[in-house]
T-cell receptor
């Protein structure tokens, strides 16, 4: 069965500092991995995904994520945080061996960027 | 704007009642997914439809049902509502590349 873990409920970062939001996953086969962001009273917005290829994936709003197969991780990063990055971030995984398209989401990490 | 629309935006109803939530996917997307988001349970996958057929089922209660129509819009029916059903309900659609695009959600309040 596939699963995804976001070990931190909340991450606080000063504006201008680099940020990392952690995610680890478990699948039987090879993973599709995703990051989404949710602003207050809004739906989730797709940020980036990893399917195959380069381990470093670049996405929207200057975010990137690094796929690490040996550590089964897919941490979200940004070199310099903005106050507007404050939001709820979800990591998600899909097992490529599954016939269905079910994506499992983590519980979310609330990112606070301090001015 | 993701291109996925959901109605209504807000819904307030009493326990024991039945409601229907509606979702229209992005143009060209064949898959529709329903999720429930509550404070204590996080984002829970309920059910997926693909081109009118049920494709995957998650933690969907027997009191809940869904369908996808020939024009690809989908409805989620929630019946015998309980206080604990109060949540945000999201619909998402996906194309061929795997990522999902979420609608703005319906906030259901059961009193």
């Amino acid at each position: 069965a596939q699963s995804v873990a976001q070990p931190e409920d909340q991450v606080n970062v000063a504006e201008g500092n680099p940020l990392t939001v952690k995610c680890t996953y478990s699948v039987s086969g090879n993973p599709y991995l995703f990051w989404y962001v949710q602003y207050p009273n809004r739906g989730l917005q797709f940020l980036l995904k990893y399917i195959t290829g380069d381990n470093l994936v670049k996405g929207s709003y200057g975010f990137e994520a690094e796929f690490n197969k040996s550590q089964t991780s897919f941490h979200l990063k940004k070199p310099s945080a903005l106050v507007s990055d404050s939001a709820l971030y979800f990591c998600a995984v899909r097992d490529m061996r599954n016939r269905d398209d079910k994506i499992i989401f983590g519980k979310g990490t609330r990112l606070h960027i301090l001015p | 704007d993701s291109g996925v629309t959901q109605t209504p935006k807000h819904l307030i109803t009493a326990t024991g009642q039945r409601v229907t939530l509606r979702c229209s996917p992005r143009s060209g997307d064949l898959s529709v997914y329903w999720y429930q988001q509550s404070l204590d349970q996080g984002l829970q996958f309920l059910i997926q439809y693909y081109n009118g057929e049920e494709r995957a089922k998650g933690n969907i209660l027997e009191r809940f049902s869904a369908q996808q129509f020939p024009d690809l819009h989908s409805e989620l029916n929630l019946s015998s509502l309980e206080l604990g059903d109060s949540a945000l309900y999201f619909c998402a659609s996906s194309g061929t590349r795997g990522e999902q695009y979420f609608g703005p959600g319906t906030r259901l309040t059961v009193t």
